[in-house]
């Protein structure tokens, strides 16, 4: 067993409608994992997985909506919320995500599970779920196809790209000052960075996205992650990694959302959505944008509870273009 298991421990905060909350802490060779726990101890555990630049909070208001008797673990990823950042030098990219998803599964003694992953979350998900086919029950993708396929002609400069932003970043570290802001100017920052979220919801994100320092907070999250990625798949490999998923899988797909603000390139997104199809993975498009699970939570809530406790859904509740939802 991961020797992080012994740094596994919980502590209770507050609570969030009608179900307690505690805080997630595991060891990792880089320092720690953190994140948010609800529901019994032996309660069936579903993992949830935040987007890009977010943390696990934005599962704050979806979770209390699910079924109670539930075991909910919430991370953030290394870079994000309370996690630790990465050691200097390290690139984030998502096999580093997947490993630290095995990482604190071990930790957990989880055996078998399912997995809520949103954005960035939910190509976690579909990584980890075809490495580990095994272990996943089930998959829910909020606004996410499960995999992230880039051109193979773009590589070479992508990657390029990323190790000289690396570079340079690793250069400048001495001379980079934490720049210190008001709460208000925090939430300002977050919210023109990312225009789907409530006034709200940028509050809950802020509970783990900024501490307090003298003369106003700084937000935690490592500027790294902005950096660009330097580990890619190509179509054809996300395609061959989808068909060794063993999971029931449900797409949720915005109609306000990826499709429209985040657009997969090259019609990746249609092999995609044919490759769950064939599958017999679910898809259901919602009324919502990106981040509905945060800023409507009730549009998803419902439809994520039948997923999760149906042994055999149908095929498809949408057209292949989800353009044209089918409103359940």
Known sequence: MIPALKGLRHFSTSAVVRQAVSEFRMTVP??????????????????CLHGWADNSGTFNRLIPLLPNDWRFVAIDFAGHGLSSHRPPGVFYTFPLYVADVRRVVEALQWKRFSIIGHSMG????????????????????LDSYGFLPTNMIRMVQLIKKG?????????????????????ENAKERLMSANRFL???SADILLERAVREVDGGVVF??????????????????????????????????????LDKVFPVPDGFADALRKGWMDQKGTIVCVEGDHHVHLNKPENVAPLITDFLQSHSPD????????????KL
């Open 315 to 326: 095929q498809t509740e949408c057209d292949s273009d989800c353009n044209q939802p089918a």
């Open 163 to 183: 190790m000289d932003q690396q570079v340079q970043y690793d250069n400048e570290a001495d001379e980079r000052k934490e720049k210190v802001y008001t709460y």
């Open 122 to 141: 939910g190509n976690v998900a579909g990584m980890f779920s075809a490495l580990y086919p095994e272990m996943v029950e089930a998959v829910v993708l």
């Open 220 to 257: 935690t999250r490592d500027f790294r992650i902005n950096l660009r990625n330097i580990v890619m798949i190509t179509l054809e490999q996300c395609l061959y990694m989808q068909s060794l998923i063993q999971a029931r899988v449900m797409l949720l797909l915005a109609d306000q959302g």
């Open 30 to 47: 880089w320092g720690e994992m953190r994140g948010q726990v609800w529901g019994p101890d032996h309660g069936r555990p579903v993992l």
């Open 198 to 200: 409530s006034d709200q």
